[in-house]
């Protein structure tokens, strides 16, 4: 019993890491993960898999929910990483932008000033920055992150720039109005965010202690005896979780 | 409600399309396809008649979207738009803020109901449910 558990965990943590390495090139390919954060990641959870089952090996269902709820929490963090990454790219864009104009104000062309902002100091975005650059001067070249907001952004700042590209005469004026636009934008979305970073705190918060009180109480409780006790609470979190969402997502706007 | 009100980003890219020297036909005409959210689906379908002759569908619900509409036609024949629109812009922006303040004075109260009808006894059960299944059975 207990090798068999083992074993169908172990099968379970290949195919998930499978599924998180196939993740990890698609965010790659996207210059979202650098190739030293992508090892760390991978080492981070390595690391992790070894030790639970290491603590664990003896105890093969808490085994089993353990490796599960390190994999689920892999796509959520994920995802978490890819929100603060888009947020901190525009908060570096705008920064880059002052630089750019002021270049430009000091009588630099677009294109000069770009490559100067560029080694100015060290963007934490620089790859990106660079691939909106080259697909400004050589627009035939396809953009490779035309899906999701963060690809829909960046065509929008590389379309932007391209017509700051093509008209010099009205360059600085074009960019000064775009970044007032894009720094208007910014600071309504991120009010926006706050109403729903305030339910996912919220449910974060109690996803922690539901699940430390549910660790907890397996290990003081036989788990198979009390199945039925566990079924119903995890049934009241879930509807808990579902209305939660559901409140959240009638949340719009009436303009 | 992570976004911008769309009716908002519409109004925005229409202007920036105005202030790039484009038509407003033009930029109209690129502003639709930029999303995929209701009130965009609604302006295709808006766009879409009015190219065709028809008159305007009475599916925009709020005032704001009313009166953009109305602009947006009258600048579709020739009236300048472009201060109407920054206006409208100001307006919109401001009720954004409103609605903004008030829902967050109303989440904790909407968050209440889940977290006592289904949270709290979700922990309950767990933290008692054991010792209760336990007692019975010492009774029994």
Known sequence: MMTQF??????????????AHRIHHHFKKQNLFTSSLMTKIGTFYFLSFLSLYILLFNKPFQLWFAVMGLLILLPILVFIFKKLHQQHFCSEFLRFLSVVTLKMQMGYSFRSSYELGLHSQRWRHAPLLVQILENVVFSQQEFNLRSGPLGRLLLRIENELSLVYKHQHQAIDRLCKFRKNFQAEQFFRRKSRQIWMYFAYQLGLLTVIYSSLLIYIANQYEIFQLK??????????????????LICRGQ???I | MAHIAPSISF???????????????????????????DFYIKMRIWWHLNRSGSPAPQIFKTHFQMSFIELLESGLLGAPVYEHMKLLEVEMLEEFDRQWKASLENLPLKLSIPLLLCFF????????????VQFLAEVQ
């Open chain 1, 6 to 19: 083992t074993l169908f965990s172990l099968l379970i943590l290949m195919s998930g890491l499978l599924f």
């Open chain 2, 11 to 37: 109004v925005r890219e229409t202007l920036a399309g105005i202030e790039r020297g484009q038509s407003l036909g033009q930029t109209i005409q690129q502003v639709i396809w930029l999303e995929e959210s």
């Open chain 1, 252 to 254: 719009k706007w009436h």
């Open chain 1, 228 to 245: 039925k006790v566990y079924l119903l609470s995890l049934s009241f979190y879930f509807l808990g979780v579902f209305f939660v969402f």
């Open chain 2, 121 to 132: 006894p979700s922990y309950i059960i767990l933290l008692f449910g054991p010792l209760l």
